[in-house]
């Protein structure tokens, strides 16, 4: 069974337009992340959850608007997509979020999104 | 602000060959470093997680080392295969994880 799941595996889409990608994890974690990577494979967090908590953003745009229902599933929202948002976005999972957890990350797949 | 590098960006070794591959981070005020292997199209699959109190951590042909004080960290592949061939990512926690760009290595057979 995919530990932490990530749909669509690729999405192809033009410029202006709204777009999610969903995520759920079936480790029982508490805490789940959207990271992004991009041409030069730099990994990125974006948001993190801690029990359907929103506990990082990291200078995001607010065209970027993460949904929590519950633990276990964290949605990316894309509103008015632009060619800078071409990049794989991750997302991961972590038993616990405190500041000294040592929980390591378990990763999805991938979402390869492409604006033309 | 941390910052977290990786050197050599890529690696190409024969078979049967050690592997050293080194992460250096700014910022020593760390709770843990952890290493990833990312295969191409796939996500990425925690490999060490070593805490902040910790010098070491092993598994099988994987060892990785870690100096705080000097913010370093090696991870060593012994003897490796050509199964091992993917990029390797090191990341640092404080409060949050911040990667390094990777070493992408290549095992000839």
């Known amino acids: 069974d995919t530990a932490v799941s990530q749909t669509p595996k690729y999405l192809v889409t033009q410029m202006g337009n709204d777009k999610s990608i969903k995520c759920e994890q079936n480790?029982?974690?508490?805490?789940m992340y959207w990271y992004k990577q991009d041409s030069k494979k730099f990994l990125k967090i974006m948001f993190s959850?801690?029990?359907?908590?929103?506990?990082i953003n990291e200078t995001v745009p607010n065209r970027f608007s993460p949904k929590s229902p519950d633990k276990a599933h964290l949605n990316l929202h894309i509103n008015s997509l632009e060619l800078g948002d071409s990049a794989v976005y991750f997302c991961?999972?972590?038993?616990?979020?405190?500041?000294?957890?040592?929980?390591?990350?378990?990763f999805g797949n991938g979402t390869r999104l492409t604006v033309t | 602000k941390q910052e977290v590098t990786q050197i050599p960006a890529a690696l190409s070794v024969p078979e049967g060959e050690n592997l050293v591959l080194n992460c250096s981070f700014t910022d020593s005020a760390i709770y843990n470093l952890q290493w990833f292997r990312q295969d191409p199209g796939k996500g990425l699959t925690s490999l060490l997680l070593i805490q902040s109190s910790q010098r070491e951590q092993t598994s099988g042909r994987l060892n990785a080392s870690l100096d705080k004080s000097s913010g370093r960290s090696t991870l060593y592949i012994a003897a490796s295969q050509p199964g091992d061939s993917a990029t390797y990512l090191c990341a640092v926690k404080d409060y949050k994880l911040s990667f390094g760009a990777g070493t992408t290595v290549t095992v000839r057979a």
């Open positions: 991961a999972s972590s038993q616990e979020f405190r500041q000294g957890g040592n929980s390591p990350l378990h």
């Open positions: 959850y801690n029990n359907k908590e929103l506990i």
């Open positions: 480790l029982g974690h508490d805490t």
